[in-house]
C-alpha cells in the first residue's frame, strides 16, 4: 500500500539516559516512553547504540534480525512510524555501529557509521561504512548519520544528485564538548539548506563519561525550533516541506554549489 504523502512531517525524539551495556532495561525503558507519546508521530529518533550506551564491549553485539532488530520492528508497527536509531552488530568476523531504520511494515534499511570515533578506539573495534543512505518516507528524503560523522561536512553535504529535506545525528556526545555539537548542528543546517535533528543521550556512561543531551531539531536557517537541554524527556516537533522549498525557491545558494565526488 503506498504511503500518504505529507506536507508536515512530525518527528518525535527521545532524549534518554542508558543502562550501561544492559539491553534488556534499555529496551524496556524506551518501550515505556514511546507508550507516552500521545498522539501519532511520522518517524521516531533514538540516540547512538541506544540499547547499550557507547561501549567498545563487542559482547554486546547482536546478529541482524535478533532482540533489538525486532524490538524495532515491534515499536515501529505499534506507533506506524519510521524508527531510527543505531545499535551494535556482528556480521561474519566483523562489527558494526549500524545505524537502522524500520518501518511498520517490517522492512529495514540500514547504514554503518562512517567516520569511527578513534579517540574513543571505535577505529580499533568497528568496521567503517562506506554508503550514504537517504530514506524516502511519507515523501520526505531524510538522511540519518552517526554523531563523529558531525564533524565531516563532505560527508553529509546536500547534494542534486541525492538531496534529502531533513538531515538527523543519533550521538552519544559528551557533555565536554557540547559547544561543538551545537555550532556543527547550526553549520549543517544552514550549509544544506534543510532541516537539522540532533538527538544525544544524557547521563553518564560506564566509563564515567558526562552527557548533557543537548537535543535540537533546526531550520533551514539553523534557526532553533525547540532545544531540549539537559532533562530526560520526549518531544514532537511538525516540519513543514513548504517553508523548506519557499524558502530554497527564495534563496537558492545550493545552484552555486562546488561539484566533487566522495570516495
Given at each position: 500500500?503506498?504511503?500518504?504523502v505529507?506536507?508536515?512531517l512530525?518527528?518525535?525524539?527521545?532524549?534518554?539516559d542508558?543502562?550501561?551495556?544492559?539491553?534488556?532495561?534499555?529496551l524496556s525503558?524506551?518501550?515505556?516512553?514511546i507508550?507516552?507519546i500521545?498522539?501519532?508521530?511520522?518517524?521516531?529518533?533514538?540516540?547512538?547504540?541506544?540499547?547499550s550506551?557507547?561501549?567498545?564491549n563487542?559482547?554486546i553485539?547482536?546478529?541482524?534480525?535478533?532482540?533489538?532488530?525486532?524490538w524495532m520492528?515491534?515499536?515501529?508497527v505499534?506507533t506506524?512510524?519510521?524508527i531510527?536509531?543505531?545499535?551494535?552488530?556482528?556480521?561474519?568476523?566483523?562489527?558494526?555501529?549500524?545505524?537502522?531504520?524500520?518501518?511498520p511494515?517490517?522492512?529495514?534499511?540500514h547504514?554503518?557509521?562512517r567516520h569511527?570515533f578513534?579517540?574513543?578506539?571505535?577505529?580499533?573495534t568497528?568496521?567503517?561504512?562506506?554508503?550514504?543512505?537517504?530514506?524516502?518516507?511519507?515523501?520526505?528524503n531524510i538522511?540519518?548519520?552517526?554523531c563523529?560523522?558531525?564533524?565531516?561536512?563532505?560527508?553529509?553535504?546536500n547534494?542534486?544528485?541525492?538531496p534529502y529535506?531533513l538531515?538527523i545525528?543519533i550521538?552519544?556526545?559528551?557533555?565536554?564538548r557540547?559547544h561543538a555539537w551545537n555550532?556543527?548542528?547550526?553549520?549543517?543546517a544552514?550549509e544544506?539548506?534543510?532541516?537539522?535533528?540532533?538527538?544525544?543521550?544524557?547521563?553518564?556512561?560506564g566509563?564515567?563519561i558526562?552527557y548533557?543531551g543537548?537535543s535540537?531539531?533546526l531550520?533551514?536557517?539553523?534557526e532553533?525550533?525547540?532545544a531540549m537541554?539537559?532533562?530526560?524527556?520526549?518531544k514532537?516537533?511538525?516540519?513543514?516541506?513548504p517553508?523548506?522549498?519557499?524558502?530554497k525557491?527564495?534563496?537558492?545558494?545550493?545552484?552555486?554549489?562546488?561539484?566533487f565526488?566522495?570516495r
Amino acid at each position: 500500500m503506498a504511503l500518504p504523502v505529507v506536507d508536515e512531517l512530525t518527528v518525535c525524539l527521545i532524549q534518554t539516559d542508558i543502562y550501561w551495556e544492559d539491553v534488556t532495561a534499555n529496551l524496556s525503558s524506551l518501550e515505556e516512553k514511546i507508550a507516552a507519546i500521545d498522539h501519532p508521530v511520522d518517524v521516531i529518533v533514538l540516540p547512538e547504540m541506544f540499547n547499550s550506551g557507547f561501549t567498545m564491549n563487542t559482547k554486546i553485539a547482536e546478529h541482524m534480525n535478533m532482540t533489538t532488530t525486532k524490538w524495532m520492528k515491534h515499536i515501529s508497527v505499534q506507533t506506524n512510524a519510521l524508527i531510527i536509531g543505531s545499535f551494535a552488530v556482528k556480521e561474519g568476523g566483523d562489527f558494526f555501529n549500524r545505524l537502522m531504520c524500520v518501518r511498520p511494515d517490517g522492512s529495514f534499511v540500514h547504514s554503518d557509521k562512517r567516520h569511527l570515533f578513534r579517540m574513543g578506539e571505535e577505529h580499533d573495534t568497528y568496521t567503517p561504512g562506506n554508503a550514504r543512505l537517504i530514506v524516502e518516507w511519507k515523501g520526505w528524503n531524510i538522511f540519518p548519520l552517526v554523531c563523529y560523522d558531525l564533524r565531516f561536512p563532505v560527508w553529509s553535504r546536500n547534494s542534486s544528485q541525492n538531496p534529502y529535506d531533513l538531515l538527523i545525528y543519533i550521538a552519544s556526545w559528551p557533555k565536554r564538548r557540547a559547544h561543538a555539537w551545537n555550532t556543527l548542528l547550526q553549520a549543517r543546517a544552514i550549509e544544506n539548506l534543510s532541516y537539522v535533528v540532533g538527538i544525544n543521550r544524557i547521563g553518564q556512561d560506564g566509563n564515567a563519561i558526562d552527557y548533557q543531551g543537548d537535543s535540537v531539531a533546526l531550520d533551514f536557517l539553523g534557526e532553533p525550533l525547540f532545544a531540549m537541554g539537559d532533562k530526560e524527556s520526549e518531544k514532537v516537533i511538525k516540519l513543514s516541506r513548504p517553508a523548506l522549498q519557499k524558502y530554497k525557491d527564495s534563496f537558492p545558494a545550493y545552484l552555486d554549489a562546488d561539484p566533487f565526488d566522495i570516495r
